[in-house]
């Protein structure tokens, strides 16, 4: 468990997600999804019912390549990040992560501090030696945090995304862990 002082004064907790907390993590999904048009899906279509939600999750927490983790002030899930790593032998060093915050709370550091935390974490495992990632190709935001964080740009991948009628691309980004 880690603690920070956010920019706007207030105490953030970075911990690792509890199979019993998944109904609160589908609900802040909920709210979420409806928040951003940078994620994989949109408005009801996260499509995992809490009882796959608590296997993913204890699932996550048994594996030595994988990590869920939450940021929490007092009580109120604000940020999720997951980082999966890969199943087989020969990919199991690797994997890719994904993250969100809550809309109200952008800008005050939690994206920082949960990527600072997975970082850590992978260096910590002597196991994962690269992390990669995946963001739409127009989300400045996101971009700019992960090029600030030191994630190499790797290449793109045109289409990726169907929004609304329109392709987008994604950019695929990572970080090689060598110490
Ligand atoms: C990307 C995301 C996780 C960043 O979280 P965050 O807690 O705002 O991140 P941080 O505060 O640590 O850093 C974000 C940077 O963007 C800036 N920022 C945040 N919101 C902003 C906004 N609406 N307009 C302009 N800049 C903004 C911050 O000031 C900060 O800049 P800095 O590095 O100069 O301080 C969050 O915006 C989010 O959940 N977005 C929707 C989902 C998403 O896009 N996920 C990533 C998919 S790959």
Redesign the pocket.
């Known amino acids: 468990m880690e603690y920070s002082r956010l920019k706007n004064g207030k105490t953030l907790i970075i911990r690792k997600a509890q199979k019993e907390e998944s109904s609160k993590f589908l609900d802040y999904i909920n709210k979420?999804c409806a928040?951003?048009e940078?994620?994989t899906f949109g408005q009801g279509e996260f499509g995992i019912t809490e009882e796959k939600e608590v296997e993913f999750i204890a699932s996550l927490a048994k594996a030595d390549n994988g990590l869920m983790i939450f940021a929490l002030i007092g009580d109120e899930l604000v940020?999720q990040l997951v980082f999966n790593g890969g199943h087989r032998p020969r990919i199991r060093h690797t994997g890719e992560f994904?993250?969100?915050?809550l809309k109200e709370?952008?800008?005050?550091?939690?994206?920082?501090?949960l990527i600072k935390y997975m970082i850590n974490w992978a260096k910590e495992t002597r196991l994962i030696r690269k992390i990669n990632?995946?963001?739409?190709s127009d989300?400045q935001?996101?971009l700019?945090?992960y090029k600030?964080l030191n994630f190499k740009f790797e290449g793109t991948i045109t289409r990726e995304f169907f929004i609304n009628g329109n392709f987008y691309d994604s950019i695929h980004m990572g970080m090689e862990i060598d110490d």
């Open positions: 979420v928040e951003s940078n994620l940020g994904s993250i969100t915050v709370y952008w800008g005050f550091g939690i994206g920082t501090e990632l995946r963001v739409r989300n935001i996101a700019n945090l600030r």
